[in-house]
């Protein structure tokens, strides 16, 4: 056994550093294995996937051999909460029972901190906003005197989706750099000085991919020290790499070019030239792209296999990409002018060729390698993006030193000659023993495989019921009668429920059903995302029906699915609408699937179905957080039970007690209602 190892058993041990920060500690044979095995990659290098079961304690049984090893480490989180977290709580409680000298940053997006040269530009904006947006402005430069971080998420009650923020952050685009006024101060190059001087340094998956792509932000200096990097909440990782792996060109991007334009004009050469034509001309051209793409239906992804995306007019489109071009030359011509007059009118001659450089791209013909879409949100999306991560993980991350010589992008080994360790985890990775749904997707087939269960006693503490009466999904009336089991179930149980959909339309009827009919004051509270902060949302159904408030329903979608963790009373039923097979009309899905096709396999086993197997299970595990939690999962879909992947499924989720008629779903709601938490509420 090596020292490391040793260490750390030691640590985990009954006179152990975590016995003596917890009188309740006790050791999990699930923890151990998992720290052992982490202890012994950090030794040797390589790459280690560890799918580790809720409750296993997989945060310190990667913290504890990455802290001891002496080595310096990198911590990636899914979001930036898990991250704040990690940093503010584990990594402080940990490091201080060690007694170790270890330095620790945090390290975030631009989009997090506070720029102070764009706050400046905010206030002298303000005529031009409504009260309430100067309120906030006027709180955040309280608070930017006070501030040594500048990181955002110190500034109390603001909400994450509040207008304001994009005014006083920066972006790639509009960073003025070393020419900035206010450089010296800037918070975004003070985190990145400490993060460079730390032993350990916490980031989330967004920005290392996005660093990857444009070796930007501090990792291209950063990485390379690096020996230890570990990916908690790993499951992402895919997802969010072929983000910025590919190419991105949005409306909004464009507005943000005409109206700091306009700004920079007004400010530096007022009279000189005719801004609010050339800032004008920029968002007519944007304008006709809108109108070029149509009143599509929020969230609308549309097809573009061809020259122009599916049920456009290629007049109206190549006419609207060729005014926007002309449009961003005209404003280049003018910037040109005063280049030298101002940084601000540099850096926007800059953000003019990037953006025409960009537009040209996806003029051009698509690589067989990609997949080419239009996004329609609130603004409209040009993307294009690789299937998988994969073929970047392999390349420019887990490459041997040796096939590094001569490669001018990141290299991928630090100074020492002992090889990387890589360390992947998360509660979900796949539902096969070699975690395929993750590590062919990520490029990681020649990895060692660690899968550790759940210490939980699933049985006895949660019950799953598919309810057989229900009408098939595809069916109209499906949501509806979701609703009318949910309101049923949950006004048994004084709401503590939790309902999760797989489609926005599911979201909105799900929820107007729900709040229709506990509208009175003296209902339950029925909560649907989209109406509050998502902050909001969770920190109301974690209080629940306590001091003396109303039971709470909270009916959710998307990024409610994982992450969120609501333990004890608060929350006792989960509803998942049906079941969440990928949605079978996006571009990057299809793709995918006519890969798999095209090299002779099943899309539908090799794809469809894990995917919709590791969703469910992310899913279902918002229900169980710890070992003193009951409740009850409900899959409102038949297809669970009479269909025959519906064993596969059933497999991937907790080893449950099955509620197999009504009357079995009654007596356990029954049952939540009348035990104390600390008993089981089956035999």
Same mark, same amino acid.
């Given at each position: ?21 917890? %009188? ?58 898990? @991250? ?67 990181d955002l998420a110190e500034l109390a009650g603001l909400d994450e989706r509040s207008p304001i923020i994009p005014l006083v952050t920066s972006t790639r685009e509009n960073c003025l750099g070393a020419s900035c006024p206010h450089?010296?101060?800037?918070? +975004?190059n003070l985190a990145r000085r400490e993060a460079l001087a730390a032993d350990v340094v916490v980031i989330n998956h967004h920005l290392f991919f996005a660093d990857l792509a444009v070796r930007e932000s501090g990792m291209a ?21 072929? @983000? ?33 034509? +050339?800032?004008? %001309?920029?968002?007519?051209? +944007? ?10 239906a929020p969230g609308t992804r549309l097809r573009w296999t061809l020259q122009v995306p599916e049920s456009l007019a290629p007049d109206a489109w190549n006419a609207a990409l060729r005014r926007l071009s002309l449009a961003c ?41 990609? +997949? ?24 420019? /991350? ?44 990520? *490029? ?16 006895? @503490? ?35 429920? /939790? ?23 003296? *209902? ?47 929350? @006792? ?14 571009? /990057?899905?299809?793709?995918? =699937? ?47 039970? =009479?269909?025959?992947? *519906? ?37």
């Open positions: 056994m090596t020292s490391l190892q040793e260490a750390v058993r030691s640590a985990f041990g009954p006179e152990g550093v975590l016995a003596q920060m917890d %009188e309740h500690y006790r050791a999990r044979e699930g923890q151990m294995r998992m720290a052992d095995a982490v202890a012994q990659t950090i030794e040797r290098g390589g790459s280690l996937v560890v799918e580790a079961g809720t409750g296993v304690g997989k945060t310190f049984a990667y913290l504890v051999p990455a802290l001891l090893s002496g080595e310096r480490v990198l911590l990636s989180t899914a979001t930036k909460a898990l @991250q704040d977290q990690l940093f503010a709580r584990d990594l402080p409680q940990l490091v201080g029972a060690m007694a170790l000298p270890v330095r620790t940053a945090l390290l975030k997006g631009r989009a997090s901190y506070l720029c102070l040269h764009r706050m400046e530009l905010a206030r002298l904006d303000t005529a031009a906003q409504d009260r309430q947006v100067q309120r906030v402005l006027a709180k955040v430069e309280v608070w930017s005197r006070a501030t040594r971080s500048g450089f010296r101060q800037c918070h +975004v200096e950063l990485l390379p020290t690096v020996r230890v990097v570990v990916f908690d909440e790993a499951h992402q990782i895919n997802e969010t790499g072929v @983000q910025f792996l590919g190419l991105q060109l949005s409306t909004g991007q464009w507005q943000d070019f005409s109206r700091d334009l306009l700004a920079a004009g007004l400010r530096h050469a007022r009279g000189l030239a005719d801004w609010a034509q +050339v800032a004008g %001309e920029v968002e007519r051209a +944007v304008g006709d792209l809108r109108l070029a793409v149509g009143p599509a030359v005209q404003a280049m011509e003018a910037l040109d002018v005063f280049s030298g007059a101002s940084p601000d009118f540099a850096r926007l001659c800059e953000r003019g060729s990037e953006l025409l450089a960009r537009l040209g791209r996806f003029a051009a013909p698509c690589a067989p390698d990609v +997949v080419r879409w239009v996004e329609v949100a609130g603004q409209v999306r040009l993307v294009e993006s690789p299937l998988d991560i994969a073929q970047t993980m392999r390349s420019r /991350l887990l490459a041997a030193p040796a096939d590094e010589e001569g490669d001018d992008e990141w290299p991928t080994a630090p100074p020492q000659h002992a090889r990387r360790a890589w360390i992947f985890t998360s509660a979900t990775l796949g539902d096969d023993p070699g975690l395929t749904w993750f590590t062919e997707r990520c *490029g990681l087939q020649g990895a060692e495989i660690l899968r550790v269960e759940s210490p939980f006693d699933y049985a006895a @503490q949660s019950g799953l019921y598919v309810p057989l009466n229900l009408p098939p999904p595809a069916d109209p009336a499906h949501s509806a009668a979701v609703a009318r089991l949910v309101g049923a179930a949950a006004l048994r149980i004084g709401g503590r429920t /939790l309902v999760l959909t797989t489609t926005l339309k599911a979201l909105r009827a799900i929820g107007d059903e729900l709040q229709a009919r506990f509208g009175g004051p003296q *209902g339950l509270e029925v909560l649907v995302q989209g109406d509050w902060p998502k902050r909001r949302l969770m920190e109301r159904l974690r209080e629940g029906a306590s001091h003396g408030g109303q039971g709470c329903i909270l009916v959710a979608s998307a990024s409610f699915w994982e992450g969120f963790d609501v333990p004890g009373d608060a929350l @006792q039923l989960v509803v998942i609408d049906k079941l969440p097979f990928p949605p079978p009309g996006d571009p /990057l899905v299809e793709a995918r =699937t006519q890969r798999i096709e095209a090299e002779g396999g099943s899309a539908f086993r090799a794809y469809a179905l894990p995917e919709a197997a590791v969703a469910l299970k992310q899913g279902a595990g918002r229900l169980i957080r710890r070992e003193s939690d009951q409740g009850i999962l409900v899959v409102g879909d038949t297809r669970m039970v =009479t269909m025959g992947y *519906g064993k596969r499924l059933r497999r991937a989720l907790p080893p449950m007690r099955v509620l197999e008629s009504p009357q079995d779903f009654d007596a356990a709601l029954d049952a939540l209602t009348r035990t104390s938490t600390k008993d089981p509420i089956w035999p």
